[in-house]
């Protein structure tokens, strides 16, 4: 059920109030123009599997590169200091990625 829930006081959870499907509507789109989306995703079924497409295939490669697993294939030149790979990232899209925490990505849908 969606709603508002607060503390009842005794370490419980209960519903303040329930909300209606216009305002669940309302804080979908927020939550989607904070993350910079137009609209919801659309549904996976009958689509290229999830790692086939981009956005999994960067994680993977950023992955691998981080274990040292990726040895046929370098992910940086050694003259120019971009990727080997499909994503074309540069020397300092590479520093970035090896000092972040977090890496997210959005597929397009």
Do not use: C
């Amino acid at each position: 059920m969606s709603g508002l829930y607060i503390d009842n006081g005794y370490d419980q959870t209960v519903v303040h109030r329930v909300i209606t499907q216009r305002e669940k509507r309302e804080v979908e789109h927020e939550i989607l123009n904070l993350l910079g989306l137009p609209d919801r995703p659309k549904s996976t079924v009958g689509k290229i599997p999830q790692v086939k497409r981009s956005a999994p295939k960067f994680l993977l490669d950023i992955y691998k590169n981080a274990l040292g697993e990726d040895d046929e294939k370098p992910v940086v030149r050694s003259s120019g200091g971009k990727s080997d790979g499909e994503f074309d990232l540069t020397g300092q899209d590479l520093r970035a990625i090896d000092q972040s925490d977090v890496i997210m990505t959005f597929q397009a849908h």
